[in-house]
């Protein structure tokens, strides 16, 4: 970019933007407080304060980590300001480095509305791990923005590396609290790359490649060794849909299982039909046992694997439908306060829950597309074909790719038709289509020439391929 210091008055522009930033952060606490909790969330906080084991039916690193804030703050609120901090962390590194890159006060503004959309903000304090992978996604987006400033002022390696480490841990955390942001995290891991390096060499793809591995494996094995979470075996939840939505009553009664899995069995295809149910068969027809799926499980996976391979017109048709409806009739596009419970625990202040609730509601019916898949889906795959040719062409396409990835990732394995599965690419495809529009006539500057960075020669000590840092 080759822009030049920021001048007095342009700095002071970037506090204004921190400031907001962090009354933004304060409101959405306010609102919140102390935070929205769904049956998941309060699972998730019973097995975070010790009254529940740690198990791995949701990724245990959530609870983990609030147990650790809970155990320095005292309080179960410190998850929603901690969410609610990266949130619009994010969002306020975001608007000053597109400050800083184009000079454009509304543009930097506009970066920071993104956080205020009904789309974005009706789960902004919701404890739930699709909320945490999208903003630890966003936070890494952040961090690749930073470098992407930098960049053409030659920084030490150090700084690149630094920022590398801290981008890379964003998205392992993702990976780890929402195993299927796989899909979504590598393409914000190229444009982390490629924004920290112009022309990045082998040796550095490899490098950065094995310290996102490492970020990734290590807490990983930790958790898995040191905490020891119960092993639920809920991948079978999926499996348990597919047979009781492809196979018939008559073939589930013919089935190759103990006769008390294939009573049950039965009695889930027949119960999820009159009750209409289209999928999360566990929860709404399954005469779930006292082990949950732990000892379904081997023979659902057994069952699984002989059956979907002699019906698969039968299950395509099945996954094609569950996901026509995720993206034409998304459902659950706004979690309104805690659900029930018996740990004594209320929304802290609810007239301004209440308006949160009307403002989210009210443009989920006046503007009810902006609450359907297939919307941002499309968005998605336009910013990725298309991202123009302009300043941020290159994070644009990424964000594109990235949406669209974890939209179509859903398809093979979706347990529902939640609004929240479709978070990340209302929120990264909003940032895109500002990014394009921000972009659009301003160009990056060529590639440095060999032996060169920045536009200047290197020092003769200096190697010429900062790719291979």
């Known amino acids: 970019m080759g822009q030049k210091p920021l001048t007095a008055g342009a700095q002071r522009w970037v506090w204004v933007l921190a400031a907001v930033a962090a009354l933004c952060c304060l409101a959405t ?67 000053g480095c597109v400050w800083e890159l184009t000079r454009s006060r509304g543009g930097s503004l506009a970066v920071l509305g993104v956080g205020l959309a009904p789309f974005v903000l009706n ?176 023979e659902i996976t057994s069952l699984w694997l002989r059956e979907m391979s002699g019906h698969v017109p039968d299950y395509l048709q099945y996954r094609l439908r569950l996901f026509a409806t995720l993206l034409f009739e998304t459902d659950y596009v706004y979690k309104a306060g805690i659900t029930r419970n018996d740990l004594g625990i209320e929304v802290a202040h609810p007239q301004l829950a209440d308006m949160l609730g009307t403002y989210v509601e009210g443009m989920a019916t006046d503007l009810r597309w902006l609450f359907r898949g297939w919307f941002w889906l499309t968005v998605a795959l336009v910013l990725a074909v298309r991202p123009g040719r302009g300043l941020f062409a290159m994070p644009v396409r990424a964000l594109g790719i990235s949406s669209a990835a974890y939209v179509l990732g859903y398809l093979p394995i979706m347990p529902a038709t939640d609004f929240r599965y479709v978070y990340w690419p209302a929120l990264a495809c909003t940032l895109g289509l500002l990014l394009l529009r921000l972009g659009r006539g301003r160009t990056a500057p060529p590639p440095a020439a060999p032996g060169a960075t920045a536009g200047r020669a290197l020092p003769a000590h200096q190697p010429a391929d900062a790719g291979s840092q």
């Open 29 to 95: 606490v306010l609102v919140f407080a102390p935070g929205f909790l769904s049956p998941d969330s309060l699972d998730q906080l019973r097995q975070a304060q010790g009254k529940a084991p740690l198990t791995d039916w949701h990724p245990p690193v959530l609870s983990l980590v609030w147990r650790a804030l809970i155990a320095v703050t005292g309080s179960i609120t410190s998850m929603l300001v901690l969410q609610s901090a990266v949130l619009w962390g994010a969002l306020g590194v975001l608007a």
């Open 123 to 298: 789960f902004a304090g919701v404890v739930w791990k699709d909320v945490h992978a999208a903003f630890a996604l966003l936070a890494a987006c952040a961090v690749a923005f930073t470098g992407l400033r930098l960049r053409d002022r030659d920084p030490r390696p150090a700084v690149r590396w630094a920022l590398l480490g801290l981008g890379a841990l964003f998205l392992a955390y993702a990976m780890l609290v929402r195993k299927n942001a796989f899909v979504a995290a590598i393409p914000v891991f190229v444009m982390l790359v490629l924004a920290l390096w112009r022309a990045p060499g082998r040796r550095t793809w490899l490098t950065c490649t094995a310290a996102l591995v490492a970020a990734l494996v290590v807490p990983a094995a930790a958790i898995s060794l040191f905490a020891n979470p119960l092993q639920t075996k809920q991948g079978a939840q999926i499996m348990l849909d597919d047979l009781v939505h492809v196979l018939t009553v008559d073939d589930l009664r013919s089935a190759d299982v103990p006769p008390t899995l294939r009573d049950r069995l039965v009695d889930s295809a027949r119960e999820c039909e009159r009750v209409g149910a289209l999928s999360d068969a566990y929860w709404a027809c399954y005469q779930r046992p006292a082990d949950g799926l732990r000892g379904d499980s081997g």
